[in-house]
T-cell receptor, first 109, second 115 residues
Framework: KNEVEQSPQNLTAQEGEFITINCSYS?????LHWLQQHPGGGIVSLFM???GKKKHGRLIATINIQEKHSSLHITASHPRDSAVYICAVRSYNTDKLIFGTGTRLQVFP | NAGVTQTPKFQVLKTGQSMTLQCAQD?????MYWYRQDPGMGLRLIYYSASEGTTDKGEVPNGYNVSRLNKREFSLRLESAAPSQTSVYFCASSDTDRGLTGELFFGEGSRLTVL
């Protein structure tokens, strides 16, 4: 079993829909990252969080440390949100990053 | 405001050839990383460097060497390329000292094909 699991693996949506991507992990962490990777492109950091909730524009990230679970929400989704979203955790013990395999999101007009 | 710059963006090699991927960051970060990304798998750590002059193996170090000659630059060398090293390589940096942000910054990736 992977130490970081994301769901769903693939997600399609119509423009305007509310999107939720989930990340569960099994190790103790010091931080959790949400990353975005556009097709053929580089990787951009969206959020880093260790507790609670963060919001940036239409993106919201939450984390529940007790349940070892994080969610990334996209409100009023747009075709330009189409990308792979990657969850990564920093292990508290080793200080190393462990990556999920990503969620591929396609938003259609 | 360059961030993390890696070169080359694309490279085709024949089996047995050698090459070096270059990475430089201008954010004064201590930590730098080399990852590879393969279809259906999460990013896997090849090597990392917690500070200038130090390097450590990651999950998949075999077939690679690294060099952290100064704080800015962290290079990845393939001494004798193999088809299994066909992948997209990402360099990243962060300030991972606990208490600092630890935000990750990635380069644009280098797509390597080994024939």
């Amino acid at each position: 079993k992977n130490e970081v699991e994301q769901s769903p693996q693939n997600l399609t949506a119509q423009e305007g829909e509310f999107i939720t991507i989930n990340c569960s992990y099994s190790v103790g962490i010091s931080a959790l990252h949400w990353l975005q990777q556009h097709p053929g492109g580089g990787i951009v950091s969206l959020f880093m969080l260790s507790s609670g909730k963060k919001k940036h524009g239409r993106l919201i990230a939450t984390i529940n440390i007790q349940e070892k679970h994080s969610s990334l929400h996209i409100t009023a989704s747009h075709p330009r949100d189409s990308a792979v979203y990657i969850c990564a955790v920093r292990s508290y013990n080793t200080d190393k990053l462990i990556f999920g395999t990503g969620t591929r999101l396609q938003v259609f007009p | 405001n360059a961030g993390v710059t890696q070169t080359p963006k694309f490279q085709v090699l024949k089996t047995g050839q050698s090459m070096t991927l270059q990475c430089a960051q201008d954010m004064n970060h201590n930590s730098m990383y080399w990852y590879r990304q393969d279809p259906g798998m999460g990013l896997r750590l090849i090597y990392y460097s917690a500070s200038e002059g130090t390097t450590d193996k990651g999950e998949v170090p075999n077939g690679y060497n690294v060099s952290r000659l100064n704080k800015r630059e962290f290079s990845l060398r393939l001494e004798s390329a193999a088809p299994s090293q066909t992948s997209v390589y990402f360099c990243a940096s962060s300030d991972t000292d606990r208490g600092l942000t630890g935000e990750l910054f990635f380069g644009e990736g280098s797509r390597l094909t080994v024939l």
